[in-house]
């Protein structure tokens, strides 16, 4: 094994120096030419150009060589990059018991494919239980919360009979985060957590549980509510009175989820981050999220996320102020009409007693 890795690391370290091989043996033979040579110490115009030409060279070929290094460096760098971004917020299934589910969000930070915000979509038992979120901030930065939150959503979600429950374990994935956090940047504590491990960190969650008649219950922490398209109809879906931000305070004790609406077979909820109704042109003014649903909405929910997005960059002019996360779901079950008994199966009418 541990020849193995050795062997792995030589080979790691040709490739690096590779590029640089021949530029560095090039400037040897320049530098044991001009000390050694007889014709390079010779008086004249055109031995010095000539000598000025070979250094020239070797000087362009070291740049061009540490170069070549850095940018396949930085490729590999990309590459790892996006692959652990899309595991930690992986595209939802198209389908997700009947319904049609996408997924997509424009980050803040340029070369970043994640940010601050997450979503995610898993059928359970108990219905389709989606979380999304904005983490206070974005970008880098803001991956340690979104990492807590979505590990947390994809054990609880399948473990706890009550949405309820779901946000208890969400919170307390959230405090340890900080509290892990708080230590490391204070390591003079001894060990020991802090009191309060990060008042300024909070995250605005929407959890929801759709049920297998179309039921939709929320959970609101202080997030922007979905939008319900139905036809060409778009209307806001009340949420209830919010909860406070997951991490700024504590919990209510009782938490009751909200029943919000009830997405009948053919309508679609749009769910988003605060960064899509707040993205401004550059005469300041907001973007028109409902119009362009309404634009789009008879589309399917892939292609919706990408209108969205479109018209997003479009508005913005590719500056974006805050990320942007979309998450799109479409009730395609198919609604069954209610069957006649059978006559053998009719109930009938009890006789009238005779008293």
Not at 21 to 47: D, H, I, K, T
Not at 300 to 325: E, F, M, S
């Amino acid at each position: 094994m541990f020849r193995d890795r050795s062997l792995v690391a030589e080979g790691s370290w040709l490739r690096r120096t590779a590029p640089l091989l021949v530029p560095v043996v090039w400037g040897v033979v320049a530098v044991a030419w001009r000390l050694w040579c007889p014709l390079a110490r010779e008086p004249g115009l055109p031995m010095r150009i000539a000598t000025s030409a070979v250094f020239l060279t070797v000087g362009i070929g070291i740049v061009l060589g540490v170069r070549c290094g850095l940018t396949r460096e930085l490729a590999r760098v990309r590459a790892v990059a996006e692959a652990t971004q899309q595991v930690l917020l992986r595209p939802p299934p198209a389908r997700l018991d009947g319904l049609a589910v996408a997924a997509g969000q424009l980050s803040a930070s340029r070369g970043a494919v994640v940010g601050g915000d997450l979503y995610e979509a898993v059928a359970t038992p108990y219905g389709v239980r989606i979380v999304i979120g904005d983490v206070r901030g974005h970008g880098l930065a803001a991956l340690g919360a979104v990492v807590a939150l979505l590990g947390s959503f994809r054990e609880a979600a399948h473990d706890e009979a009550e949405l309820a429950g779901v946000l208890r374990r969400l919170e307390r994935a959230l405090g340890r985060h900080l509290c892990e956090r708080a230590r490391e940047e204070h390591p003079a504590r001894g060990g020991r957590a802090p009191e309060h491990p990060a008042a300024e960190e909070f995250v605005t969650l929407l959890l929801l549980e759709i049920r297998p008649d179309g039921l939709v219950e929320v959970l609101d922490c202080g997030h922007p509510g979905p939008y319900r398209i139905g036809g060409r109809r778009v209307e806001p879906v009340p949420v209830g009175e919010p909860l406070p931000p997951l991490g700024a305070f504590p919990l209510p004790a009782e938490l009751v989820p909200y029943p919000a609406t009830r997405l009948l077979p053919g309508e679609t909820l749009v769910l988003h981050t605060d960064g899509a109704e707040e993205a401004r042109d550059h005469r300041g003014r907001f973007f028109p999220l409902p119009a362009v649903l309404a634009g789009a909405a008879r589309e399917a929910p892939a292609v919706l996320v990408r209108r969205v997005h479109a018209a997003l960059l479009r508005h913005t002019g590719g500056r974006l102020a805050d990320d942007v996360a979309l998450l799109v779901v479409r009730n395609d079950r198919v609604r069954v009409p209610a069957q006649p008994a059978e006559p053998g199966l009719r109930r009938t009418r009890p006789a009238p007693s005779p008293h």
